[in-house]
Every structure is written in structure tokens, then in C-alpha cells.
């Protein structure tokens, strides 16, 4: 009788995701870490599972629990997408900017969704924050992982994307840029690769309206991106440098590693593409930066690539959708 071959099952895909070099015109090679290879389809996976593993054993998720988040799209879609298998209810609450693929992505995975205003105040009773908690407070044995306040989200990143960048590179790293939001990725990853050598520059992108980077925060259009909560998720002893970005250039930049580069990523991957560029004009060839490109393009094509024109050129709806027909 043959020997049977152990394989892995899907919760067992996440993490080990590629790190691949960049063919750019810069001194500095430029590593990016392509995590939209995470089966949910983006780097949120990680936090997401370390959150719903460590409430299991916390006894704060019973089976057939509910699960209950506020998301820009990609924690959902992993919670989502880790419900479906585990057998829980999953509840998500995202603002209204958030892409309409990821929205049905969110629907797919059987998540229920509620689109709340896209404010410029976390706690405003209109936003998705204050909808997320207003619901975990009145559904009975809920669970809200609360990516900004839970430390398992930081040390999901701790465990396994610094030390797989730091194994990929074999120690070689000189600089690391990723987007900045909940800050679990750049603060667990950040404290991991600080660990191995303090003079690692470990480097932040941010909403440049956000809580965090304007005097005046306001509403954005970028996802995977924006300190808009200043929690212990937020390790600053870790973070070397915060820099700002505007829509107009993450949005221009995603558009350009599609058709430039051939990589078909998020908003957030165009934001720290957009910043890693500038940076590395300032490094030499002796240096190393990894970069994460968190998500896939796929989650964004109405809203980033398809335009005005190419949009008017499309065959007019006719048919309702399902959803539409039991309104």
C-alpha cells in the first residue's frame, strides 16, 4: 500500500509567500513581497488567523460563533474567508469607499455586510468602526477581532512575515516599506527585523490625511493604508519614519505596475511603491529594500483601472441582480 502523502489544507497555505526582485532603473535591489498569494488573496490573512486561533483558545469564539469586524475589505475577506471554513457567522462593516469587488468578495464568502459612511471621524455613529461595535455589543456570543486594538495582530506579523523576510534575504535586508493602517504589519515585522539588526531602517506609508499625518484628518479614497487609530498595534519604537502619500499618487503609481512593471496590485502596494521609489534614490548598491505588495489589483478594477470612457462603453445592465430581486 502506498504511503499517504500528507498535503496541506488551505488555513495551512497562509504565510510562505514569495519574495521576488524588481526590475528597477535604482542603485538599491528592491525585493518585493507579493502576499496577495495568501489564499484569502492579501496579507490580512495572517493577522486574521492569529486573532480567530488565539480567541479559540482564549474561549472568547465558541463553535458556531459570530464573528464581527469594521474593514476596509482584506481583514474581512479573511475573517471571511477563515469563518466559512471554521463554521462561523461573520459580520463585516466597511466604509463606502471600499471597492465594490471586495464587497462582493465579502458576500461570496457568505460574510453579511453592512456599507456605512465613509466619515472622517473613526467614532462617528455613522461610520463602520462605531457600526462594527454597535453590533457586538447587542449580538449575543459575538467576537470582534479589532484589528487596531488586538496585539495578536502585530504578533501575527512577528511570527512569520519578519522572519521569512529575514530568511529570504539571508539576513541581507537594509530597509523595509510597507503600507501603515491597523500598523500590526510594520510594527510586528518592523520589531522582528530590528531585532535581528537594529540598523535596519524600517519605514511607514500613511494616508496623508489620516488621524495620524494631517492636523486636519480627512476622508481618503486609499485602502490598506491610513493611521486613523493610535493604539498599541502602533509600536513606534520599531517604525523609523512615517511618510505620507495622497490618493492621486497611489492611485497613479498602482496603475503604473500594472502597465509598466506587470504587477497587477492594490492601492496600498502603489503607495509604498510610489514612496520606495523616491527612497531608494537616496541608497546605494550595497542596500536591500523589501517592499509588500499586500493585495491584488483584481480587488480594485472598477475603482483604480477601468476609466470614464471604458466604462461608458460597456453593455448596459438589463438584468437585476439577485439581491435586487428580493428588494
Not at 503607495?271 to 493585495?295: C, G, N, R, S
Amino acid at each position: 500500500m502506498a504511503h499517504k502523502q500528507n498535503y496541506k489544507k488551505i488555513l495551512e497555505c497562509i504565510g510562505s509567500t514569495p519574495l521576488i526582485q524588481l526590475d528597477l532603473d535604482v542603485k538599491p535591489t528592491v525585493l518585493a513581497k507579493l502576499d496577495f498569494y495568501n489564499p484569502g488573496g492579501s496579507i490580512k490573512d495572517r493577522s486574521a488567523l492569529f486573532m480567530v486561533e488565539q480567541a479559540e483558545k482564549d474561549g472568547c469564539l465558541q463553535p458556531g460563533g459570530t464573528i464581527i469586524e469594521a474593514s476596509s475589505g482584506n481583514q474581512g475577506i479573511a475573517l471571511a474567508m477563515i469563518g466559512a471554513v471554521k463554521g462561523y457567522r461573520v459580520i463585516i462593516t466597511v466604509p463606502d469607499r471600499t471597492a465594490i469587488e471586495k464587497v462582493a468578495i465579502l458576500r461570496a464568502y457568505g460574510a453579511e455586510v453592512h456599507v456605512c459612511l465613509n466619515t472622517d471621524d473613526l467614532h462617528d455613529p455613522r461610520g463602520y468602526h462605531a457600526m462594527a461595535e454597535h453590533l457586538y455589543h447587542t449580538i449575543p456570543g459575538a467576537f470582534m477581532p479589532n484589528q487596531y486594538f488586538n496585539v495578536a495582530n502585530p504578533a501575527a506579523h512577528y511570527a512569520t512575515t519578519g522572519p521569512e523576510i529575514w530568511q529570504q534575504t539571508n539576513g541581507t535586508v537594509t530597509h523595509f516599506i510597507c503600507g501603515a493602517g491597523s500598523c500590526g504589519t510594520i510594527s510586528g515585522t518592523g520589531r522582528y527585523l530590528k531585532e535581528q539588526n537594529p540598523g535596519i531602517k524600517v519605514i511607514g506609508v500613511d494616508a496623508a490625511t489620516s488621524l495620524y499625518s494631517s492636523k486636519d484628518p480627512k476622508a481618503y479614497l486609499s485602502e490598506g493604508i491610513g493611521i486613523d487609530v493610535i493604539s498599541d498595534t502602533f509600536a513606534k519604537q520599531y517604525i523609523d519614519e512615517i511618510i505620507p502619500i495622497v490618493d492621486a499618487d497611489a492611485f497613479a503609481m498602482t496603475r503604473r505596475l500594472a502597465k509598466k512593471y506587470g504587477f497587477l496590485v492594490g492601492i496600498s502596494s502603489g503607495a509604498v511603491m510610489h514612496v520606495a521609489l523616491e527612497y531608494a534614490k537616496t541608497l546605494t548598491e550595497d542596500d536591500v529594500l523589501v517592499v509588500i505588495f499586500a493585495d491584488s489589483g483584481k480587488s480594485y478594477l472598477d475603482k483604480v483601472f477601468i476609466n470614464p470612457v471604458d466604462k461608458k462603453c460597456m453593455p448596459a445592465k438589463t438584468e437585476k441582480t439577485f439581491e435586487e430581486k428580493q428588494l
